[in-house]
Structures are given as structure tokens and as C-alpha cells.
């Protein structure tokens, strides 16, 4: 029996699918106020028999926070792929990231030691990965603080996952870089789609690793299934700028690309409009330092050591980009 926590996301969702695909037998563990219809509308878009799949999940309500939760999630259970977040690059998001991003997989760890649990496959982000200027990221580059609260939190659960690995557990951590893929468009990469779509005036100058979130489940599968633990690996397809990104969602919707370039000026300027805004109409900030930062870093990311571990052809992020736009045009119409 697999368990799977954070079926309701991107990447669990995904996830879900390949493995009820290939006849596994799969619990997803899914928040008492989360929207499992999310699931089967993915399931939608690969599948007309969607349905069928869906319902061979078995659904256990619960949260990685709650203890008497998890006892009743691990029961039967061999391996684990551990996709639960809370993603934000806010400091007001803080400490719920604490709770969830470390201490939950912290329970999560404990849960797999105590129940001897076989295989265990942790799902972190490129943004928990050191940095080097003027040359490739690997895994192998030390962590710094960033001011980042996102990063922060997933370096910290990464640790939880190498003291599991210390104690005995086979486990491996897996850092994909911006996940493209579709169903949620109020969130990551589709979030982004969501604001291209209604148009863009300024782009970001910087660059990252993007990679199909077809590619990051077929990559955990295979890790889990050939028995590689003890290890981390970064998860990249192809290194592309935000603004080749940016152009290449507005050519797959028919929309005018933006062409002006959004400095470190324009930006904060954006910042303090955001403050400003949010403290009078008491909204959440759109903005932070630690968004804008990440538009503006131009850091590129080495993928070798997963090619040289496992035989995996990556998917090309344009085709990724071509499926996405398609399917998302398609939510819209109806």
C-alpha cells in the first residue's frame, strides 16, 4: 500500500494518477476542508475513464499535523511519497510554514520510523538547493540563508528527512525547479498562467529550472522502484529565462507578450504600491522581497545526476508549455 500526502496538489495529483494507472494501490491523505474534485478533474484531462480512477483512491481525512490522523493513515502502508506544502514567499506565512513544511514532516519521518515503513520519497524544491554565480547548481553547493521564508522551511525539512535517514529509514529527497503542468490555476506555475492570461506589461529578467510535472512523478517512481535512497537530486529539464517562459505561455494564448523589462526600480516601486495597498484595504501582500528577488536571479541548475542514475528522457518545457495552455483553455470554456 502506497500513501500519499498533498493528493489534492500539482504534484500529488499527478502522482495519484501514474500510480492508479499502473494498478498500485493507493491511499492519498487529504485535509477535511481540501477539494479532492480538483483530483479527478486532472484526471480528466489524460483520461476519459477518469471516473473509475479516481474512486480506486482510497481517501483517508486527516493532516500531516495531526497525530491520531497519521496513525490511522500509516496502517498497512510500505512506502510514502511525502508531496505536502505550504508554498509562500511571504514572512506572514511564516510560522504556518514552520508547522506544516518542517514540523509536519517531521511527523511524517517519525510516523515511517515507527511504522517501519519500506521506501520514503520527499518532495522539496530547487529554492532548498545552495547557489554558485557564474556556474552551474548542483547538489552538491551548501545552503545559505536567503531570506526567503519558503526556502528556509524546506531546508529545515529536508534535515528532518536526513535525520530519518540517520536513524534508518530508506528515504530520497527530490528538488524540481518550477513545475509546469495543469489543474490549478490559483496556484505555482498555473498561477502564473492565470496572469499572463489577463496580460503583462513588465517581465522579471531572471532565470531558472523548469521541468513537467509528468517528468517529477515518473522520476520519484523510478527512484523508489530501483531502490536509490540516501540521496537528493535536483530536478531540472531545462534552464530558460522568465521572459522566454513569459513569451512562450503568450504565444500558446494568443496574447501579446509584455516588452518591458521589470527592473529592481520597478519592482520595489511595485512593492511599496503593494504595501500600501494591502494596509488599506486590508489585503494579503501580492509582493515581497523574497518574490522579487526570485524574478530577478539568474541561476541555472546541472541535472546530471539524475541522468547518470536513472535513464529518464525529459520532457521539452515547450511541449510542457503547449499541453498546459491547451488545457487551460480548455477549463476556461467550461
Not at 519500506?118 to 545552495?130: E, P, Q, R
Not at 545559505?144 to 535517514?165: C, D, F, Q
Request: hydrophobic share 35%; aromatic share 12%.
Amino acid at each position: 500500500m502506497i500513501l500519499v500526502t498533498g493528493g489534492t496538489g500539482l504534484v500529488g495529483c499527478h502522482l495519484l494518477y501514474n500510480l492508479i494507472l499502473n494498478g498500485k494501490k493507493v491511499k492519498a491523505l487529504h485535509r477535511k476542508n481540501s477539494n479532492i474534485e480538483v483530483v479527478k478533474k486532472v484526471f480528466s484531462y489524460y483520461s476519459e475513464n477518469s471516473n473509475n480512477l479516481f474512486n480506486k483512491i482510497d481517501w483517508v481525512e486527516g493532516n500531516i499535523n495531526d497525530i491520531t490522523s497519521l496513525d490511522n493513515a500509516f496502517k498497512n502502508v510500505d512506502e510514502v511519497y511525502h508531496c505536502a506544502a505550504f508554498i509562500s514567499f511571504s514572512n506572514e506565512d511564516l510560522n504556518a510554514m514552520k508547522k506544516i513544511n518542517i514540523d509536519g514532516t517531521a511527523n511524517m519521518i517519525n510516523f515511517a520510523l515507527e511504522k517501519k515503513v519500506d521506501k520514503f520519497c520527499y518532495v522539496s524544491t530547487i529554492a532548498a538547493v545552495g547557489e554558485k554565480k557564474d556556474s552551474l547548481i548542483d547538489e552538491e553547493c551548501e545552503w545559505k540563508e536567503n531570506n526567503n521564508p519558503y526556502s528556509e522551511t524546506k531546508h529545515y525539512a529536508e534535515l528532518e528527512v536526513w535525520r530519518g535517514i540517520s536513524e534508518g529509514l530508506n528515504a530520497v529527497i527530490v528538488n524540481p525547479g518550477v513545475i509546469v503542468g495543469s489543474g490549478f490555476w490559483r496556484r505555482g506555475s498555473g498561477a502564473f498562467i492565470t496572469t499572463v492570461s489577463r496580460g503583462m506589461n513588465y517581465y522579471p529578467t531572471g532565470k531558472t529550472g523548469f521541468i513537467c510535472v509528468k517528468d517529477v512523478v515518473s522520476i520519484m517512481i523510478k527512484l523508489m522502484d530501483k531502490n536509490v535512497f540516501s540521496e537528493r537530486f535536483i530536478l531540472v529539464a531545462e534552464n530558460w529565462s522568465q521572459k522566454d517562459f513569459i513569451n512562450s505561455i503568450c504565444k500558446n494564448l494568443d496574447i501579446k507578450p509584455p516588452k518591458n523589462k521589470a527592473t529592481n526600480s520597478i519592482m520595489y516601486l511595485g512593492l511599496y504600491l503593494d504595501f500600501f495597498r494591502s494596509f488599506f484595504l486590508n489585503k494579503k501582500r501580492r509582493l515581497s522581497k523574497a518574490i522579487i528577488k526570485s524574478g530577478q536571479s539568474k541561476n541555472e541548475y546541472c541535472n546530471k545526476k539524475i541522468k547518470n542514475s536513472i535513464n529518464h528522457n525529459f520532457i521539452k518545457v515547450e511541449d510542457s508549455i503547449i499541453e498546459t495552455c491547451k488545457n487551460f483553455k480548455i477549463n476556461l470554456y467550461q
